[in-house]
């Protein structure tokens, strides 16, 4: 399960329109994308099917217009991530680390925001192999999380579910167990059953069991 060749397949079924398990994950996919404007939101779609240079195109015009210092600190965000799976992992740090340093700046110490940050540059660090690095980032927001959201947000599974794949790739395979088992408990207390990263979770599970 090298992170460079993991592929995610997604499998259709059709659904009645009263399909719960179907409503409330469309309630989750709506909540995420409230905290976008409708141009963020395009971007943001552009990123989540695969547009990577169109999404660019589209952040860089915004980070041009952009007059408040949140809106040019998510559009570096978002630069990172477009350059991220375009596989410049390099580049990908270089804008975390801009959003990341306006966010230091207009933000508390332990704004969950920065945690998403940290994220971010860990696992692009994780990409080039810069083991020790990503783990330092992936701490911080982890401690970050813990301080400030309860202990079945989301948020925190993708800290665990992120180390887990640290130390998966350092064949660490008991700690990334550890981690994992973690992400897993929090994804199924918060998440819809059919929500994609709770499969994604238990598949990294049967990996790492196989190697141990």
């Known amino acids: 399960m090298d992170i460079k060749n993991q592929f995610y397949q997604v499998e259709l079924q059709l659904t009645s329109d009263d399909d719960q398990q179907l409503r409330l994950l ?4 709506r909540e995420e994308a409230g905290v976008y404007t409708g141009w963020q939101r395009l971007g943001n779609l552009l ?3 695969g547009q990577f240079n169109k999404a660019e195109e589209l952040y860089n015009v915004l980070l041009e217009q952009a007059s408040g210092e949140s809106g040019k600190a998510l559009c570096y965000n978002q630069l990172g991530c477009a350059k991220e799976h375009q596989g410049d992992y390099e580049m990908a740090i270089w804008y975390y680390e801009q959003g990341l340093e306006i966010k230091q700046k207009t933000l508390s110490s332990n704004h969950p925001s920065l945690a998403t940050s ?9 990409h080039l192999g ?3 690095k990503a783990l330092s980032y992936h701490e ?3 401690e970050i999380y813990q301080k400030t959201l309860p202990s079945n947000h989301p948020s925190l599974a993708i800290s665990y579910n992120n180390i887990g794949t640290l130390y998966y790739n350092m064949k660490d395979y008991s700690k990334a167990l550890s981690y ?3 992400a897993l408990d929090i994804w199924q207390r918060a998440l819809p059953p059919i929500h994609p990263d709770i499969k994604t979770v238990k598949d990294s599970i049967e990996n790492v069991k196989n190697k141990l």
């Open 180 to 182: 994992y088992e973690r």
């Open 118 to 126: 940290y994220n971010n540059i860990g696992n692009a660090y994780l």
């Open 140 to 142: 911080k927001a982890l």
């Open 47 to 49: 990123l989540t099917i």
């Open 26 to 29: 469309t309630d989750r996919v």
């Open 130 to 132: 810069g083991y020790s």
